[in-house]
């Protein structure tokens, strides 16, 4: 009931075209759903983040897609360039409870042709 | 502002050997996480520290792995005797009052 399931587990996308990650999870008392981005050799980062309250977040080329009911959101890159080559993690967690974690997906590898 | 700083960046040791992870997370967080990141993985919690006091390790091998956080900032993990299986990145991460966690560069161990 912990995990946070992601695919692809890689992805190849054009320059310019859309980048799609899914995931989905089991923990309905998960309430932060966050998206964090892995350069080689760096740790993760932050990209953005949503809460169960709204069904989409949108921040310049990234965009999350949350649908509650089914247990899934996705990560949208649009406009995907070179420099998006990245791992990308999901995530989940509950905000306040002090001993909660995040737990994070396995991962996506993208990679975007020149 | 400075990242949360790790040393050393790559660390090699033959197994049965002890090695140690130093950790400075970034000024005022009292919050301190250590993860491990195998290959093609997502980063597992180890151990979370508020301040200096371990609130969750259950996750952490304590046969073998201990961690410590004196004074509430920086923070040493170790390993003793270390396994070829302990070959990972060893992430340090900090927040402030459990919210938005920043990672540090890691720590790449091989264990020959």
């Known amino acids: 009931q912990q995990q946070v399931k992601q695919s692809p587990q890689s992805l190849i996308v054009q320059k310019g075209g859309i980048s799609i990650i899914n995931c989905a999870y089991e923990n309905t008392a998960f309430d932060y759903f966050p998206w964090y981005q892995q350069f080689p050799g760096k740790g993760p980062a932050l990209l953005i983040a949503?809460?169960?309250?709204?069904s989409e977040k949108k921040e310049g080329r990234f965009t999350i897609s949350f649908n509650k009911s089914a247990k899934q959101f996705s990560l949208h890159i649009m406009d995907s360039q070179p420099g998006d080559s990245a791992t990308y993690f999901c995530a989940a967690s509950r905000l306040g409870d002090r001993d909660d974690k995040i737990i994070f997906g396995k991962g996506t590898r993208l990679h975007i042709l020149p | 502002e400075a990242g949360v700083v790790q040393s050393p960046r790559y660390k090699i040791i033959e197994k049965k050997q002890p090695v140690a992870f130093w950790c400075n997370p970034i000024?005022?967080?009292?919050?301190l996480y250590w993860y491990l990141q195998n290959l093609g993985q997502g980063p597992e919690l180890l151990i979370r520290y508020e301040n200096e006091e371990a609130v969750d390790d259950s996750q952490l091998p304590k046969d073998r792995f201990s961690a410590e956080r004196l004074k509430g900032v920086d923070s040493t993990l170790k390993i003793q005797p270390a396994e070829l299986g302990d070959s990972a990145v060893y992430l340090c991460?900090?927040?402030?009052?459990?919210?938005?966690?920043?990672f540090g560069p890691g720590t790449r161990l091989t264990v020959l």
């Open positions: 991460a900090s927040s402030r009052q459990g919210n938005e966690q920043f």
């Open positions: 000024s005022g967080h009292n919050t």
């Open positions: 949503i809460r169960p309250d709204v």
